[in-house]
C-alpha cells in the first residue's frame, strides 16, 4: 500500500484504490496543476472529471473547528473502471468456490479482516483523518463509528444477522446458507442460494457502503459495491483491509469496490443488462432510484428510497417533564446531522399554540446548549436556504433561531402547514401543532420511515394505527437511531431478499 502511496494526503490529492474481483487497482500519478485545469472550466458545483486512466471527484475542505468551508478543496484520484472486469459469469468456479464456503468460513473470514483492523489501528487513524478533511460530520461521531467498525464486523453480530434474517419454518438462518435442509418430508429440500449483487449506495451516511459489503460477504454472494459522493473514502478502506488481510479468499476475490459517474452509459449500460446481476440494491434520492429502476426491468432490484423521521410529542410532556422530553427529542434531530433517514425533521406537538412554542423555546435553547460543545456544518446552500423560508413562503411563521455571528446554525420554526419537500435538513425542526394526536395521522405516509413519541403509553396505544400507513419503525421517543443485529430495514429483511431460495 505505501509503495503505491495510496490514502495519504499528498498536495491535496488522496489516491484512491478501487478492489477489482480481489485485485488492488490504483490510480496513475497525476499533477495537481492537471487535475486543477481539468476542473478549470467548470461552475463550483463540479464534482467530478474523467481524465486519461484516472477519474476526480474534488470535495471542499473543511476546517474542523469552524466547521465551515476552509475555501480549498481535496481531490479524490482514482483509477477507471472497466465494466466487463466486474461482472462474473463463471457459475462453475461460483459454485465450487464461493457459494460453497460454510457460515462457518464466512465467519472466520470476518475475523480476519478484525484482526487486520486492530493490528493496524494507525492505519485505521490515518483513513479517519482522511474522511474528516471534507466529511459534514462532527468529530465526536466520526470518532464512533470507525470505533464501531468492530462491532459492524463481530462474528456474533454477523451470526445474528444470518440467522434472524434467513431464518424459515423455525430453523435458524445458518442451516439454509451452509446447504440443503429437508423440510417436512425426505424429498422437499430449501436452500438460501448466493447471488451476484450490485449494490449502488449513498452518502449520506458513511456506514451505507460498509454495510452494503457486509450484507455481500454474509450472504456468500460475488457483488460489486458502488462507492459513493461523500462516502469514498470509507469504502476504499474496506476495499485494503479486505485486500491486505485474506486476498487469496474467495469472498475477497469475488467483490468489487469501485467508483463511477452515475449515468455513465460506458459502464451502466452492461453492468444493468438482464444477465448482468441477480440482485442490485440502490440507495439514494428519487432521481437516481427511477433511473436505476428504468433501466433494470428484468432483474431483481431493492429500492431503499429517501424517506424522514418525524416526532410526535404528547400533553403529558407539559406536566413537569418537558425538559427531558426535548432532551430525548433533539437525540433524534441531530442523528447524522439530519441526513440520515431516521433523523427526525417535523415535531407534532400536542397542545395548544402557546405551549408549541414553550416546546420551541426550549429546543432552540437545547439546540444551542449541543452547538456550543460541538459546532456543526451548515453549508452554504442550507443558510441560503433558511433566509429564502423566512422571506418567503413561510414568512408568517415562528422562528427561534440560533446564529453565530450572521451565520444560521440551528433552530425551530413553528408553522401550522408546511411541505416536507422545503425542508433544508440543516438542524431546523420543523413544530406544527396538533388538538391530538389523530390530527397529525393524516400527514404520516410511506415516505416517513421513523415516528418517536412520547411519552410510552401514547406511543403503544398509536404504533398499529401508524405503521399501517407505511411507517417502518415507530420507537421511544430518543432511540430511533437504535439499531440491532439481524433488525428489519425498510420493512425488509435484506438478506433474505439478497439470496435465492431454491428448491432441490
Known amino acids: ?107 472466520k473470514y470476518l475475523d480476519t479482516i478484525l ?121 476504499a478502506f474496506v476495499a485494503i483491509a479486505a485486500y491486505n488481510a485474506a486476498p ?21 449500460n452492461e453492468l444493468f443488462a438482464p444477465d448482468a446481476f441477480d440482485r442490485i440494491v440502490v440507495w439514494g434520492g428519487p432521481t437516481t432510484i427511477a433511473a436505476v429502476q428504468s433501466k433494470t426491468p428484468f432483474t431483481k432490484t431493492i429500492s431503499l428510497n429517501p424517506r424522514y423521521g418525524i416526532s410526535l410529542i404528547g400533553k403529558e410532556a407539559f406536566s413537569g417533564t418537558l425538559q427531558e422530553t426535548i432532551d430525548k427529542a433533539l437525540t433524534d434531530v441531530i442523528a447524522y446531522n439530519q441526513k440520515a433517514c431516521i433523523s427526525s425533521l417535523v415535531h407534532y406537538v400536542e397542545g395548544t399554540a402557546e405551549q408549541a412554542d414553550e416546546y420551541a423555546r426550549g429546543l432552540q435553547h437545547a439546540f444551542k446548549n449541543y452547538g456550543d460543545k460541538t459546532p456543526c456544518f451548515i453549508s452554504p446552500g442550507g443558510q441560503g436556504n433558511i433566509k429564502r423560508m423566512k422571506r418567503g413562503r413561510y414568512a408568517d411563521a415562528k422562528w427561534y433561531l440560533n ?30 401543532p396538533v388538538a391530538k394526536f389523530e390530527d397529525a395521522l393524516k400527514y404520516i405516509h410511506q415516505s416517513v420511515s421513523t415516528v418517536g413519541i412520547f411519552p410510552e403509553e401514547r406511543r403503544i396505544e398509536f404504533k398499529d394505527r401508524i405503521l399501517a400507513r407505511g411507517v417502518s419503525s415507530v420507537l421511544p421517543l430518543g432511540q430511533c437511531e437504535k439499531v440491532f443485529s439481524g433488525m428489519p430495514h425498510d420493512g425488509m429483511m435484506i438478506l433474505n431478499q439478497l439470496v435465492d431460495w431454491k428448491l432441490g
Not at 249 to 268: A, F, M, R
Not at 427 to 432: I, P
Open 403 to 432: 446564529y453565530k455571528g450572521d451565520d444560521f446554525i440551528s433552530g425551530v420554526m413553528v408553522t401550522e402547514e408546511f411541505d416536507i419537500l422545503d425542508h433544508p435538513a440543516s438542524f431546523l425542526v420543523v413544530v406544527r
Open 248 to 268: 487469496d479468499h474467495p469472498i475477497t476475490k469475488n467483490l468489487s469496490l469501485v467508483y463511477w459517474q452515475g449515468g455513465d452509459e460506458s459502464v451502466e
Open 1 to 107: 500500500m505505501r509503495s503505491n502511496d495510496v490514502l495519504t494526503l499528498n498536495d491535496g490529492i488522496i489516491k484512491v484504490p478501487f478492489l477489482v474481483k480481489g485485485k488492488l487497482i490504483v490510480p496513475p500519478h497525476i499533477d495537481r496543476d492537471l487535475i486543477e485545469k481539468a476542473f478549470s472550466s467548470a461552475d463550483n458545483d463540479t464534482t467530478y472529471a474523467k481524465l486519461m486512466k484516472a477519474q476526480v471527484i474534488r470535495e471542499p475542505a473543511i476546517e474542523r473547528k469552524t466547521m465551515k468551508y476552509s475555501g480549498d478543496y481535496i481531490y479524490q484520484l482514482m483509477p477507471t473502471v472497466e465494466a466487463e472486469d466486474l461482472i462474473e459469469k463463471d457459475f462453475e468456479m461460483l459454485s465450487r468456490t464461493l457459494y460453497s464456503l460454510s457460515v462457518d468460513d464466512i465467519l
Open 115 to 235: 484482526a487486520y483492523l486492530c493490528k493496524n489501528r494507525k492505519l485505521v487513524s490515518q483513513i479517519a483523518g482522511l474522511y474528516a478533511k471534507t466529511s459534514e460530520y462532527p468529530d465526536t461521531l466520526l470518532d464512533k463509528w470507525f470505533a464501531s467498525m468492530t462491532e459492524t464486523l463481530n462474528r456474533k453480530n454477523a451470526l445474528q444477522m444470518i440467522d434472524a434474517e434467513l431464518s424459515y419454518n423455525g430453523k435458524p438462518g445458518r442451516d439454509f446458507l451452509n446447504g440443503w435442509v429437508k423440510i417436512d418430508d425426505e424429498m422437499t429440500c430449501i436452500r438460501a442460494m448466493p447471488t451476484r449483487q450490485l449494490h449502488i449506495t449513498a452518502g449520506n451516511v458513511p456506514e451505507v457502503p460498509i454495510i452494503s459489503a457486509l450484507r455481500a460477504v454474509l450472504t456468500k454472494s460475488a457483488a460489486v459495491i458502488k462507492l459513493p459522493y461523500g462516502a469514498i473514502i470509507p469504502g
